[in-house]
């Protein structure tokens, strides 16, 4: 994952797209980027963010991202194509966190704008989607990923927000276990975060279904207790099996705040043991390493061009 604020100008674009994601894609992983409609600063974004896409105000911006992409899956060259990504804009929607949603004015006690219409979300995403396929971008090499949250905060159905199957390549889910971090919030199962909303999508469409971000803490009764954390590491792979999920991206990052916590399976302050490298010791968790090395696991093909083949990639597996 490589979360990318993408409306604060041009001039950096190329940096991202030639840097961040080319070090990722030498590194054996195929980027997920998640294109999230802010300004700089983020603070000065719109709150009708949806309505001044639609009106073709950051246009130059958005073929700016296409073009430079293009260009980054033939590898800078004319070869024939061989890199790729995941593609996620403007996720979380049903949230109440984001310009972008259909709560955020009204919570944060503003007049209702028009870009509290879940239909404008659904024009946007089709505005952005239009203008990268003015580029040779396709199938092969962007899949665009559909991701609300798991739990909807909106007040609006996520169904609504559904730019429809010939726009979207994947839904994904996006949720956490916050545990007991704080008075608001509860330990919670895979199956208890994951599983309404999951069947509601599998009503929704057919396409493949992902977790582009989730994570669980440790912290539960009072204190860390990185053994629970295992357990529901194990518990997530299984239910990803149960549910045919294709993919599971793990947010692998401590933070601190009200919501925040332990993330992290590498490198974090909590782990189950701990690991040697480069002469550094981490902390990690042993359960995540034996889920992703299980044999029904698909790990890119770090001998092959293209890390996963086109229909890995398409999550036809």
Known sequence: MFFVDALTGTSWIETVVDTHLTRLWNQGHVPM??????????EQTPEDIESQIIDGAFDDTI???ATNLASWVKGGSNRELRRRLYFVPAHEMNGDWNPWSSASSANRGMQTSRSENPADYVVMWRRIHRIFDTTPLDERTIQWVWTPNADETSGVQTERFYPGDEYVDWIGLNGYNYGEINNDSRW???????????????????????LPEVSSTSYVNGTFRPSRKAEWIERLFSFADDEDI?????????????????WAIFGGKHGTSSTQVAGESYRVYDEYKRQVERQ??????????????DDE???RF
């Open 33 to 42: 980027l998640i294109w999230q409609p802010y300004v700089s600063p983020r």
């Open 63 to 65: 073929e700016t991202w």
């Open 188 to 210: 919670r199962t895979p199956e208890d975060r994951f599983g309404t909303m999951v069947q509601r999508m599998k009503r929704l469409s057919d396409k493949p279904l992902a």
């Open 246 to 262: 294709k993919m599971v991206s793990w947010y692998n990052f401590d933070n601190t705040g009200e919501w925040e916590s332990d």
């Open 296 to 309: 029904s696991t698909l790990n890119s093909r770090t001998d092959y061009s293209q890390l996963l083949t």
């Open 313 to 315: 990639f398409a999550g």
